[in-house]
């Protein structure tokens, strides 16, 4: 008896140390906030067991319409990080929080990205009558090419390091392995999607510009400037269309399809539907390029 008190009296002790190791080992994951679903993908294969990460953007919602719920805001201030990735909601969002929440720590996970354009067409009215203008600006869906992809997880890599110091070898060889990942995933869609090099990708929404320049494509998008488009400018696609060949329209879960099945129908063709926006970001790209070799082809 005299032994099992004794071997009590020295387990105690260690148990009490295991768990509260464990305690604060749980309290130290980096609790963050990410705008998008593929972004969060991306902070758990670099941040591992370290990082506790909400999205703001949920599925089937859009980021083109998205606004933040009072809940989300309540969340936004008892967490360490938010990262963003430049979609347009975002603006108003950091200002907000600069204001409100100024210990929250904003990371800016596009810093490096080269950016392609969109046409925007705005008419301004001045003293001398109205004026066109076609305006360039910044196509946010940065994510949809794994070579950008890399210099978001890298800015990811960088920011975690600095919020949490303790685990940054973790980090950096997390990121080492998916950066491999993304090169791998990348040269099978470029030989998926060698066979219809060059041809036209009609999309609704045009959320699909970075990866059709990636993969030698032309996205066309039958949304204009953010709306449908009107009866002149949808004859005007597809006769466009028709003349093409085309017989496939890409469309997003989180679209009205109206426009696109009225399309498809008057081509002959049909609708395909492809998600940016799936959690299972590396699988879903190489679902999509296969999605879009059978329409193309």
């Not at 498809?264 to 492809?274: K, T």
């Amino acid at each position: 008896m005299k032994k099992v008190a004794v071997i009590r009296d020295l387990l105690i002790p260690v148990l009490f140390i295991c768990f509260f190791t464990g305690v604060v080992h749980a309290e130290a994951r980096v609790a963050a906030f990410v705008s998008i679903i593929p972004q969060a993908y991306f902070l758990e294969r670099v941040g591992g067991p370290h990082v506790d990460v909400e999205v703001l953007v949920g599925e089937g919602q859009s980021p083109a319409t998205y606004e933040p719920s009072p809940q989300q805001m309540a969340k936004l201030s008892s967490t360490k990080a938010y990262f963003a990735i430049g979609v347009p909601f975002e603006k108003n969002l950091i200002k907000k929080i600069r204001q409100s929440y100024k210990k929250l720590v904003i990371v800016e996970t596009q810093k490096g990205v080269a950016y392609r354009y969109l046409e925007h067409h705005s008419h301004d009215h001045d003293a001398k009558g109205g004026r066109d203008h076609h305006d360039r600006v910044p196509d946010p869906h940065i994510w949809m090419d794994p070579k950008l992809v890399k210099v978001q997880a890298t800015n990811i890599r960088d920011a975690l390091c600095e919020l949490d110091p303790a685990n940054a070898e973790d980090y950096s060889k997390n990121l080492r392995l998916f950066i491999s990942d993304l090169d791998q995933a990348d040269k099978r869609i470029r030989a998926a999607l060698a066979p219809v090099r060059g041809k036209s990708m009609y999309v609704f929404h045009p959320a699909f510009g970075y990866f059709a320049d990636s993969y030698g494509l032309r996205q066309v998008s039958i949304e204009i400037e953010g709306k449908e488009p009107g009866a002149k400018q949808l004859a005007t696609i597809i006769d466009k269309a028709k003349k093409e060949g085309v017989r496939v329209i890409f469309v997003q879960p989180q679209f009205s399809m109206k426009s696109a099945e009225s399309v498809a129908r008057e081509i002959g063709g049909a609708v395909v539907p492809i998600n940016p926006l799936a959690r299972d970001y590396l699988a879903n790209l190489e679902r999509m390029a296969a999605s879009v070799e059978k329409g193309l082809r």
